[in-house]
């Protein structure tokens, strides 16, 4: 039996060593966006200041007064799509505009964002709403630059990642001594080793769950399969303001209730939630749709409210689709939930790469060793 556990140990560390050295130059890149996406905000806020310079004293204003300030930005041939309003101050309203025509050299249209002064309407920037770093971070960590083949192999480098975690938690185990030995600082003489012990037991349990939220998301029909739900197009962008589902057109010409009106009706049902955007009627579609924050750890309210009619009805049930697909997202990428597993997301993408060069020092050694062993055996 020790010679069976001895050669199954062995077995697992081989597995666990060449996972960690052949895929780190991927896997700590891959980390460390995951990290960045954390922090789009500061990003932001550093790469384009003018689009946080918001008034900070008096009440918000009007949702037509808004709408009118992006509409003029955006130009004749936008359409307003939808407004993301602020959870907390210092925050601006973001507006998304969509293209009324199709380009013409056919592809998916390009998306226009405006941030506008909550208090006094007034435009703050324009332009696309994800550049720079946080583009870079966002297409690297998603689908490592190369779409759409790209979010495979993001999903198949999770599973190397899973059985990667899983194993750690087995090789981390003593062999003698018990639970104890294994949570001391000093396991071994080796700054390295040590490093690698204890930073791998912090991040295990984590890591896997972000493995295997990973693959959950890179494999989109494989997971509704196993959900038993049928295969369904994603509604895009925050607050599913994905420029409407009616495709290109400017819908109705003129909705019969004003946005602030549709957002009145969608609040009876919420009276105590915030709302965090709302969506314009577009194509055949005649509901106006309002999203409200909910409680921490819960998916947001949503609310459709019939254009026509002012009728408003809650439609938690139907938002996001797949309430699993849903819930693998917002774990993987830490938001709705307690501040502390958001910061423990946050470390979990930098550990691959302290895990990934010390285990690689750690194979280096082992190899030295067995080699200089050989030569005097």
Known sequence: MNVSMAGLRTFWLQVHSWLGIVLFVVLMPLGITGSLLMLREPIDRMSHPARYA????????????????????????????GLRLP????????????PLKPPAGGGRPSQQSVWLDPVTAKVLDQGAGMTGLNRFAHDF??????PP????IVGWLGWAMLISSLTGIWLWWPRTGGLQKGLRWRRTVLLSA????????LVAIPLALLSLTGIWISFPDSARALTGRPVAAQRGGPGGMEGGRGGFGDGPP??????????????ALHPKDKPTSITWPAGRRIQWRVQFAAGEGSPPQEVSVDDRSGGARAERARQGGDPVARFMRRLHEGEGFTPVWTV?????GLMP????LTGAWMFVRRKRVHAASSRFA
Do not use: C, Y
């Open 344 to 348: 423990i997301v946050f470390l979990t």
């Open 149 to 152: 083949m790209g979010r495979k």
């Open 87 to 98: 959870d907390r101050a210092g925050r601006p309203v973001v507006a998304q505009l969509a």
């Open 254 to 267: 003129t909705p019969h209730l004003s946005a602030d009106q549709a957002l009145a009706a969608a609040q």
């Open 353 to 356: 790469t302290l895990l990934g």
């Open 141 to 146: 960590h998603g689908q490592l630059l190369v």
């Open 54 to 81: 918001v008034s900070h004293d008096g009440p918000r204003a009007s949702l037509e007064a808004l709408a009118a300030s992006a509409r003029a930005a955006g130009g004749p041939d936008k359409r307003l799509s």
């Open 194 to 201: 040590n490093l690698h012990h204890l930073g791998g037991l």
